[in-house]
C-alpha cells in the first residue's frame, strides 16, 4: 500500500536558512527510508504564488493564478505527471473527472538535488 504524505505549513513562516536546512534533513530522511525500502518520491513544492488552478463549471474551464479552495473542499487527491510546460499541465488537469466538482491545483515541482534516484 502506498501512502501520499502532504505537508502543509506557513509559507512565509521559514527563513531561508530555515528552508534550506530542513531540505538538508528531509533529503536524509529520504534516504533512510530509502534504505528500509519505503521511499517512492519526495519534493518539496514551489511557492504558492506559483500554483494554477483548474475547474471545469458547465463545461467551461476555470483558470486561477494561485491555489483555490473553498472551506469546504480539502486536498483529496495527487497526480504527479511530466508535461512540456503550464498549459499542458492544465490540459491534463481539465481531464482529472474530479475538476468538474472540484478544483485540481497545478503548481511546478522544485528539484531537490541530493534526494535518491530510481
Known amino acids: ?10 509559507e512565509q513562516q521559514l527563513a531561508e536558512s530555515e528552508r534550506e536546512a530542513c531540505y538538508v ?5 529520504a534516504h ?11 519534493s518539496p513544492l514551489q511557492p504558492t ?5 483548474v475547474r471545469i463549471r458547465d463545461g467551461k474551464r476555470f483558470v486561477t493564478d494561485g491555489p483555490f479552495a473553498e472551506t469546504r473542499e480539502q486536498l483529496g487527491g495527487y497526480y504527479l505527471i ?3 510546460d503550464l498549459d499542458e499541465a492544465i490540459g ?5 473527472p474530479m475538476v468538474r466538482k472540484g478544483t485540481v491545483e497545478v503548481r511546478p515541482v522544485i528539484e531537490l538535488p541530493g534526494l535518491p534516484g530510481d
Open 1 to 10: 500500500m502506498k501512502y501520499m504524505l502532504l505537508i502543509y505549513f506557513e
Open 32 to 42: 533512510d527510508l530509502k534504505a528500509n525500502g519505503q521511499y517512492l518520491a519526495a
Open 92 to 96: 491534463i488537469a481539465a481531464r482529472i
Open 82 to 84: 511530466e508535461a512540456r
Open 25 to 29: 534533513e528531509s533529503t536524509e530522511l
Open 49 to 53: 504564488e506559483l500554483a494554477t488552478s
